[in-house]
């Protein structure tokens, strides 16, 4: 009787819905993780067969994967907080909804208020949607103040209804064209990759988290980044690299002709228009600028 073939090894990941979706999806396809989505569709197709993929809003992500529905996911670090739940962090990646970055936790009250520090909220009205960290916040500093959830347009709110909003802020733009100013940062959030404790317990699992980990990283690095290769004149090869900047040092390769080198390089893309035409006068040519995927350390 022939052996019943082993199911093969599958990581339940999930993906946060909301704002936070078309930047994951995008670094998820850079770094090599394609997903097809419908456009009512919370159930991504991965390219990958030994990954399944579910979408959910970023803050309920951190309670599945405590709980083992999912073996790791992505999500805030502060959704993460907010929950109260014990997770691993297997890495942390500074983009947010509006683009690459860290985003802000902050108190803000009204232009006007008469508070100036957050001792100042002592019996006082806060609104958030992230009530966990607020009071876990406020708790810390030693004030007790009526903290509310708020279901939106958070910016409007004071001071009619509430003395103080706790919101999220990339640029302050918002805060500052609702009349509002901060008073405190409360803390900085990335979006992490997050497993589940059990789950890492699998040397397969862990093993894929990382590779997962390591691949969005290594996307990470390349926003911004280009290559850059050109062929050179072995007499011009000394020019060329004192104005050439690399990550580390660049690729010199021979070429057919003896009298020629090829060179390859990565470079910041912002550095790319000014350095082709300094390269150029140092006696490089058949210059190529092309993008980048990954860049892996």
Known sequence: MARATPPAPLLRLGLPAGSLKDMTLALLKKAGYPFALGSRSYVPKSSDPEIEARMFRAQEIPRYVAAGNFDAGLTGQDMVVEAGVDLEEVETFAYARQGFGRVRWVVAVPNDSPVRTVRDLMGKRVATEAVNLTRGYLKRHGVTAAVEYSWGATEAKPPELVDAIVE?????????????????????????????????????????????AMMLRGALIAEGMVGLKMNVPRRSLKRILAVLPAMKRPTIAPLSEASWVSVETVIEEREARPLIARLKAAGATGLVEYPLNKVIP
């Open 168 to 212: 999220t802020t990339e640029t302050g733009s918002s805060l500052k064209a609702n009349n509002l100013r901060i008073v405190a940062e409360i803390m900085q959030s990335s979006t992490a990759l997050v497993a589940n404790r059990s789950a890492l317990k699998d040397r397969w699992k862990r093993g894929k988290v990382a590779e997962i």
